[in-house]
């Protein structure tokens, strides 16, 4: 079982220690209020994105923090070299989450030297047509 992120052939699985423990996603709609006497008047325009956040924490037995960076995040095969791109979504992950995103960010930190873990934070993006420049 794998939360699968692919990129330009190139693929990051988050292990089964690693799967977000949080998962957001909204998608509101893209309005504008005018001021009016008495009620406002809102004109409805569509929808904006579509953005899903995934929060959790990487450990793996045996490895320090300077390999799950390694593994996971470092340079243009990981999620570092994802990030403004269009990614593909699979393996395992519920098909609520599946599909094809815009990576957005990409961020992570090191709490305290007791364990060896990374916390994650990855923001994907998704609209009706993705162009990437």
Do not use: C
């Amino acid at each position: 079982m794998t939360w699968d992120i692919t990129y330009g052939g190139n693929t990051v699985s988050l292990p089964i220690t690693g799967y977000p423990n949080k998962v957001t996603k909204r998608g509101p709609a893209f309005l504008k209020e005018i001021g009016l006497p008495g009620d406002a008047l809102i004109l409805s325009f569509g929808n904006k994105a579509i953005v899903m956040v995934w929060t959790g924490i990487l450990a793996e037995a045996g490895k320090d923090n300077d390999q799950l960076y390694t593994d996971y995040f470092a340079g243009a095969t990981k999620l570092e070299g994802f990030k403004h791109y269009e990614v593909t979504i699979g393996g395992t992950t519920p098909t609520r989450y599946t599909g094809t995103w815009i990576l957005q960010d990409v961020y992570f930190e090191e709490r305290g030297a007791v364990i060896s873990a990374l916390w994650y934070r990855l923001t994907f993006m998704k609209g009706g047509t993705h162009i990437v420049m």
